[in-house]
C-alpha cells in the first residue's frame, strides 16, 4: 500500500482512510493501514454513534492536504553533521519520529517528537512547522510556541517526563514501519537500545 500511495499520480493521489469501530478493533493495523496510505485513522466505541467520524473521514479525503511537511528544531547546523549516520546507528544524536512527516489534514491532530542528544543544545522557544499545499504549492509556515516541563533536567535527564516515553515510542514505531516486519538486528539493536533507555 504504501508502494501504491507514494506511485499515485499528483492529479489521482491514492489516500487510504481507516475508521475502527468496536472495542476489540485493533488500533495498530487500522493507524498502520493509514499511516501507509498518507491518510487518517478514526476510532469509534460499539456504544457512540459513527456518523460525526465518517463525516470527518468524509470531509478529510474531499480536502486539500498539506505536504512535504518539515519541523525546524532550531538544531545549529554544526551539530546536525552529527545526525546523518545510518538510523540503526545507535549513536545518533537527533532523532525525529516520524523521520517522513505525514500530511497536514484539517481539523486533525499532527504529532511528531524529536530527540536530541547534545550538551550544547539549547531547548528553543519556538519551532516551525512548513508545508506546501498539495493543489497550489503555496508554502504555509506555523510557529508553534516550545513549553519546557517544571523538575526536568535537559543536561542530565533526571526525572525524564512522559513525553521521552512518547517520543521514543513514536520513533520505534518509524523504524519498524520502515523494516516493513522484516527488522534487521542492526535495527532490532536500535528498538531494544531506545526502549531501554526510555522505558
Known amino acids: ?31 498502520g493501514i493509514a499511516r501507509a496510505g498518507n491518510g487518517i485513522c478514526l476510532m469509534a466505541a460499539t456504544s457512540e454513534t459513527i456518523i460525526a467520524k465518517c463525516s470527518k473521514l468524509v470531509k ?3 480536502t486539500d492536504i498539506l505536504n512535504n511537511v518539515t519541523v525546524d528544531w532550531h538544531i545549529p547546523p554544526q ?6 549516520r545510518s538510523l540503526s546507528d545507535q549513536s545518533v544524536v537527533f532523532r525525529q519520529g516520524p523521520r517522513s512527516l505525514p500530511p497536514l489534514y484539517a481539523g486533525t491532530r499532527f504529532i511528531s517528537f524529536a530527540i536530541f542528544k547534545h550538551e550544547q543544545f539549547e531547548i528553543p522557544h519556538e519551532v516551525v512547522v512548513q508545508a506546501t499545499r498539495n493543489s497550489t504549492g503555496e508554502l504555509f509556515t506555523f510557529t508553534v510556541p516550545v ?7 535537559s543536561k542530565s535527564g533526571a526525572q ?5 516515553n ?3 515510542r513514536r520513533i520505534i514505531r518509524d523504524l519498524e514501519d520502515r523494516e516493513k516486519g522484516d527488522v534487521s538486528p542492526a535495527v532490532k539493536s536500535t528498538i531494544i537500545h531506545l526502549g531501554e533507555q526510555y522505558q
Do not use: Q, W, Y
Open 79 to 84: 551539530l546536525l553533521d552529527a545526525t546523518t
Open 60 to 62: 478529510a479525503s474531499r
Open 1 to 31: 500500500m504504501t508502494k501504491a500511495a507514494s506511485e499515485a499520480k499528483a492529479e489521482a493521489p491514492l489516500r487510504v482512510f481507516t475508521l475502527g469501530i468496536g472495542e476489540t478493533t485493533s488500533s495498530a493495523m487500522c493507524n
Open 160 to 164: 525524564r517526563p512522559l513525553i521521552h
Open 166 to 168: 512518547l517520543a521514543a
Open 147 to 153: 513549553e519546557v516541563l517544571d523538575g526536568v533536567d
